[in-house]
């Protein structure tokens, strides 16, 4: 079985572990995080180093790929970029939970995760590491632009479209035909009727925007 590394040693993590030990597709060698001391132990894996390691471990033959587990969207981008300045041919793998149910017609770029109980149906496409949580939903040719994010209980209708780095909150609703704006942070809760611009903060029934944001702004 191929051995993966995981990208950051946080409570995310810890998900993304379990998800990988139930789909059997790969053993996790260990944990990489810039921030923790080598050697700490989350669920039974060492910290085996920081993110300036990943190179030599990636070189050694050891490692055949791995993936971040960073529940930020802009702090997993800059982690990504990190590691393909260095090394360019990483595989970032998938993580999709055994209970996931997943339409025909979908595409799923590298490094997604999907938690448990998720469900995408037909001809949708999710970009590259993006997060889909606990329960959430994405219907029928919605798009989710990379390193973007559903949290628990989210669910749209199709043909949504959330751009890039955007972060859809806790239990939030879109309605068919929606665009949310890359950037862009839909409180929790809220239900857009209408698009949301980019680079802003929306949030209320129906959802409205409060005021904007710059990337990189802290929503977690």
Excluded at 2 to 9: S, V
Aim: hydrophobic share 40%.
């Amino acid at each position: 079985m191929d051995k993966i590394l995981l990208i950051g040693a946080s409570e995310h993590a810890k998900v993304v572990m379990d998800i990988i030990e139930k789909e059997g597709r790969y053993e996790i060698l260990g944990l990489i995080d810039t921030y923790k001391p080598v050697g700490g132990d989350v669920f039974g894996y060492k910290i085996l180093g920081a993110e300036d390691d990943l190179v030599d471990l990636f070189k050694s033959g050891e490692v055949a790929g791995g993936i971040i587990t960073i529940g930020d969207n802009w702090t997993r981008h800059r982690v990504a970029e990190k590691i393909k300045s260095f090394a360019p041919d990483f595989n970032f793998v998938t993580a999709i939970h055994p209970s996931a149910s997943i339409a025909r017609g979908v595409t799923i770029g590298a490094g997604t995760v999907l938690m448990a109980g998720v469900a995408v149906n037909s001809d949708s496409r999710i970009g590259a590491h993006c997060i889909l949580n606990t329960r959430s939903g994405l219907d029928h040719d919605c798009e989710m632009g990379d390193f973007s994010s559903l949290a628990p209980g989210v669910t749209t209708g199709g043909k949504v479209s959330i751009g890039a780095f955007s972060a859809i909150s806790l239990g939030a609703n879109i309605i068919h035909g929606v665009k949310i704006g890359e950037h862009t942070v839909l409180g929790a809760g809220s239900v857009a009727l209408k698009d949301i611009p980019n680079h802003c903060v929306a949030y209320g029934v129906p959802a409205k925007v409060m005021r904007k944001r710059e990337a990189g702004d802290k929503y977690l």
